[in-house]
């Protein structure tokens, strides 16, 4: 039923699983591909379900501000309204808030805000961003949290996660769309101790899954593995765990080695707008005039729609040119990219190969002995 | 084979046909969506395929700038470097070379310019259009040809369309691309006289299809009309008959009402781009205000892949954030739009209904009587 979480093999930390929502089930370690304003930019739905994307991530904030509450209640919530039938998770917006905005004012109730669109003064905390995400009827909705500055004081950051650890209380009492699951958000920074009392303090009042939040916002790789591994130690290990906003290869593969079971980030779809093509053996520029002329495909051996029908030289050419086409056709390639790396980790969980997987992916990615 | 153009229905000067090409069979009256850098903008060629597209344009000018005739060549021809199996047909870049470039030079042999993209100096004359054209490998190749300035006077247009068949001499002699049809192309402006006299001179050279080019620059519908007429009743019946940058579609009912049996535009593409829908009963701009909330699709009944899984409400969103799938969403649907009106054309043209048919389009798509 709806919430259970069934753990079907281990290899050292890392946890091959299954997730059940409303929309279905999801196999993890799972990527979420980003689609903040209900769309994956430059991808249609039929494209996605084309790479066994299990799960999407869409973003609370973007959607209270366009095109709001109202039209997306009126067009049946976010599933309808973007013609996706699997799994939706929705962020709390306290990221956005955070990040985006201007003339803040943070009280007990939540956030008051410039809308970073139009200036329109709007209001988000635990109670409307849960009531938000309530419209939305996505099947996991995220605990509204605050986003500490990095670096912050300790003792700053006492007071956040205090607060935090309130609003997460508010959250997990707000009414439900139907099987919509709620995950709290453990918070912390990079002081370990605060980042497991939170996780604690979290798991107490008991959430359908718990996430890691405020990594990788500029800190060292060490840094960010030791806070996910100091978030995650104290969570409990019957439920999904959930790194936000990691993206990178070898970090994805990193956090899965800590028991990490999902992850979300715009990386694969901004840097095709970017014209970076990611690959099984690192990134690289596809507008780099060394292709000007190849007919090799962007990935060789990849079987996407873009490296089975077309060469670099033409993938090149279209971003060179501003060719809307040459960001979509990067965007196929990056997403199925990484549908295969994720499908590659979860056979290596499954048959029991984690550990030399994860070697050769490093090798592999970063060149790493 | 390669050039056999069957007239197989005619209804008053309508007509309905096959032409023959290197790429396969094309039915006419035909509209041909442009591709102008070698992309129809935001579609892949499985889309065109998926709505019935029968052959494609592309603009031998902007391929000449970029990617250029050594990339191509290198790809193995324009088909293979856009993975695009069926016929295109390549205009000369006459008319870009007229209309988007600076410091011209005209010379007997072409002229001398500026590219738009980054000053480059170029020179294009009938030998260097028809080479390009046949790097590029397309299943029909135009004449390279001057398009005089709207108003000209018939001084001016008796010297320019002099040059224009001196020039279209020397493309007819040129090397083709194996299978490669050439196409003369009638100039004239509103001059009925220049502008027989130039089609019957065509005519004797013998090509294998025959365009009405330098139309649409500006002037009233029924001069354009009259353009149409003048053009076509001197140029051979056995033979193709186009007219270049049509894309009205009642004015494209019109035209295949005069005997024409190709023509091309942007419009379906490029007003996509602003938001414009077209409909069987008239365009309309998606993004306004009174579809916010409207769960119908962008044309009721159309079969197309937008109207089918996605509503007003969803389309208007996504181009009113900037999203690129609602400028992809819209450009599927008015290509699919445009489609079904030619089907729906040489069917009637077929079954000996055309005359009701066209008075019922221009009705629902003019509101006219």
Redesign the interface.
């Known amino acids: 039923m709806t919430g259970d979480f069934e753990i079907l093999a281990t290899d050292g930390e890392a946890r091959y699983g299954r997730l059940h929502t409303a929309h279905g089930v999801v196999e993890t370690p799972v990527f979420m591909p980003v689609g903040t ?3 994956v ?6 494209d996605l379900e084309g790479m066994d994307v299990q799960i999407l991530l869409s973003n609370t904030y973007h959607l209270l501000v ?2 709001g509450p ?2 997306i209640g ?3 919530g976010l599933h309808r ?3 996706w039938d699997r799994p939706i998770l929705t962020d709390s917006g306290g990221f956005q808030v955070f990040s985006l905005t201007k003339l803040r004012k943070m009280t007990e109730e939540g956030v008051a805000f410039n809308s970073h669109v139009d200036g329109r003064r709007l209001f988000l905390g635990p109670v409307e961003s849960m009531a938000m995400q309530r419209v939305l009827g996505s099947d996991i909705a995220m605990c509204f949290d605050e986003c500490p500055p990095y670096p912050s004081t300790p003792k700053y950051m006492e007071e956040s996660v205090a607060r935090t650890l309130r609003w997460a209380a508010v959250c997990r009492e707000q009414p439900r769309a139907e099987g919509q699951l709620v995950f709290g958000i453990d918070q912390g920074g990079e002081f370990p101790e605060i980042r497991a009392r939170c996780a604690r303090e979290l798991a107490a009042m008991g959430f359908d899954g718990y996430a890691v939040g405020g990594v990788s916002v500029g800190e060292a790789e060490p840094v960010l593995l030791d806070e996910i591994s100091a978030g995650v130690r104290h969570l409990p290990a019957d439920r999904p765990r959930y790194v936000m906003g990691l993206g990178d290869m070898v970090q994805l593969a990193e956090a899965a080695a800590r028991g990490v079971d999902m992850c979300d980030c715009v990386m694969p779809t901004r840097h095709a707008r970017n014209g970076s093509a990611f690959t099984r053996d690192g990134a690289y520029p596809v507008k780099a005039g060394a292709w ?2 190849d ?1 090799s495909p962007v990935e060789p051996g990849c079987t996407c ?1 873009c490296c089975t ?3 670099r ?2 993938v090149r ?2 971003l ?2 501003g ?3 040459g ?3 990067l965007t196929l390639h990056n997403i199925h990219c990484y549908m295969a790396f994720m499908a590659e980790m979860r056979e290596a969980i499954r048959s029991g190969s984690f550990r030399p997987w994860l070697a050769e992916q490093r090798r592999r990615l970063r060149g790493a002995e």
């Open positions: 304003q209900a769309t930019k430059t991808l249609e739905p039929r366009r095109p109202d039209i009126a067009c049946g309204f973007m013609g000007k002329s007919t729609y029908h077309f060469s030289a033409y050419h279209l060179n040119v060719e809307i086409l960001v979509r056709l």
